[in-house]
């Protein structure tokens, strides 16, 4: 399974995911062919008077339902973030009436954090976190009216015939283009600048750029004074052909720098369904850099930041193991005897980490899970023929993700050159293989990463070149 795939199925399973990352192919729901019978039969019937009569009510119930299904919705499940379904964008005002005073405009398809449900009466308002590129005044929270926003991105595999060059233009700002099968970007600026560049050299192309209509922008570069016209074909929501060339939403390392919050590219998802926080997490990016990323509200996807995100936005919930540990007691001097593995988690919600130790004694196929402060011991009980080699100099991790829908602590083991495996702890400390892989043909360039999603584990072998992930190898673990 690609990692493209991976990533779109476990979207369209988890919670998080009634949000962005369905991803990019969500199917759009349209009449039937003029051909059908049905269809024909519907529209000779609208013809009758009786008909004709009622159809402005009988359009009014329908936009009533419409309204009233997505506010059921939202309140049986409310998303992380939702985009803005209305194509000439969205009012986000200061209080929760229609009447208040707007204090940003959201572009059509833009993804806003969400913060919850502020009234359940016509029109319904979400409360949102206004994105850091349009705050003004120190507003960063506000309201938008419910019947603005969808639980999905628009895939844009089809254009409204009211794509204008306003609509144009926002696309363009949204991501970071990438020249397809070249190292070349373009970066279109809210300022009307623009720059046409290869990362690490000095080819760089400078100059101003604006949409002249839904299909056509005009660029002024710096080094010349006339104007080229270039014609944009829009492909979908992440792919497009500027003049003859094709681009994809990509991000990069230089992407993973402060001045990028204060862009529309920083709430984006690139052509993988990546979002910046995930890409930040894959690429090793600076935690201050990381909590920036929380703090202006970028989803944390799929990547390993859900705990610092839930904790920053308020919506943590207790989380303690779902699995019953025996837990016995230890003797006073008790360090004496195991030796810690350098990995620890909180499993079950008292603010205090759980070590992981090995047993001095030589013990091949046990570990142990060590409260330190309240001395208490549970046994971990490896599978054979996986078991703990000390020779072999193992690395051991444990792993409690809070974006499962059961909360499980898992273990991964890796001897350098020989194997990975990956357990769940199971009742009384027993560890059910996940996967246990001989490592020695992975190439020792990729960088394995593990992704938990609301009911699997995916692993990631990477290889990246210039900060840009060319390739990665996902296989999927139902659980």
Excluded at 216 to 225: A, C, P
Aim: charged content about 25%; proline content about 4%.
């Amino acid at each position: 399974m690609s990692f493209f795939a991976a990533k779109r199925f476990l979207k369209s399973t988890s919670f998080v995911t009634l949000l962005s990352l369905s991803l990019l192919a969500l199917p759009s729901c349209s009449k039937k062919a003029d051909g059908s019978d049905e269809w024909n039969e519907f529209k000779s019937d609208l013809s009758a008077p009786s008909v004709q009569s009622n159809i402005q009510q009988i359009t009014e119930n329908a936009e009533e339902s419409k309204s009233e299904k997505l506010l059921k919705s939202l309140l049986s499940s409310l998303p992380d973030t939702m985009y803005v379904a209305n194509l000439e964008g969205a009012s986000v005002l200061l209080e929760p009436n229609s009447e208040s005073v707007k204090i940003a405009e959201l572009p059509f398809n833009a993804p806003v954090k969400i913060l919850g449900i502020e009234s359940e009466t016509e029109p319904f308002f979400v409360k949102v976190s206004v994105p850091r590129y349009l705050r003004t005044n120190g507003n960063d929270e506000g309201y938008i009216i419910g019947e603005m926003l969808a639980k999905n991105k628009n895939p844009l595999t089809s254009l409204s015939s009211k794509w204008k060059a306003k609509n144009l233009a926002e696309y363009l700002e949204s991501s970071a283009w990438k020249k397809t099968g070249v190292l070349q970007y373009w970066i279109f600026n809210t300022d009307g600048t623009f720059s046409l560049y290869t990362p690490d050299s000095d080819n760089k192309t400078t100059g101003l750029w604006k949409a002249v209509n839904g299909s056509s922008i005009e660029i002024t570069r710096n080094d010349s004074q006339e104007a080229e016209a270039l014609r944009v074909r829009i492909q979908d929501a992440n792919k497009c052909v500027i003049g003859s060339d094709y681009f994809e939403s990509k991000f990069s390392l230089d992407s993973l720098t402060p001045d990028i919050l204060d862009t529309p590219i920083a709430y984006s998802t690139d052509e993988m369904g990546y979002t910046l926080l995930e890409y930040a997490a894959l690429m090793n990016a600076s935690e201050s850099f990381i909590d920036s990323l929380i703090k202006a509200g970028v989803s944390a996807g799929i990547s390993n930041y859900h705990e610092q995100y839930d904790e920053y936005w308020q919506g943590k919930k207790a989380a303690s193991c779902a699995v019953s540990l025996e837990w016995q007691d230890l003797a006073d001097y008790w360090a004496d005897d195991f030796e810690y593995l350098y990995t620890a988690q909180d499993i079950d919600g008292d603010g205090e980490r759980e070590g992981l130790y090995c047993f001095k004694d030589g013990r091949k196929y046990e570990l142990a899970l060590i409260k330190p402060n309240a001395k208490k011991m549970a046994t971990l009980y490896l599978n054979a023929p996986s078991s703990y080699d000390k020779a072999k100099n193992p690395y051991c991790k444990l792993y409690f993700p809070y974006n499962l829908s059961e909360k499980k602590l898992f273990l991964r083991i890796i001897n350098p050159h020989f194997s990975d495996s990956l357990f769940v702890v199971e009742n009384n400390g027993e560890l059910k293989t996940i996967y246990d892989e001989n490592d020695s043909e992975r190439t020792k360039k990729d960088e394995r990463k593990l992704l938990f999603s609301e009911n699997s584990v995916i692993s990631l072998d990477l290889e990246s070149s210039f900060g840009v992930i060319t390739n990665d190898n996902a296989k999927q673990y139902h659980l």
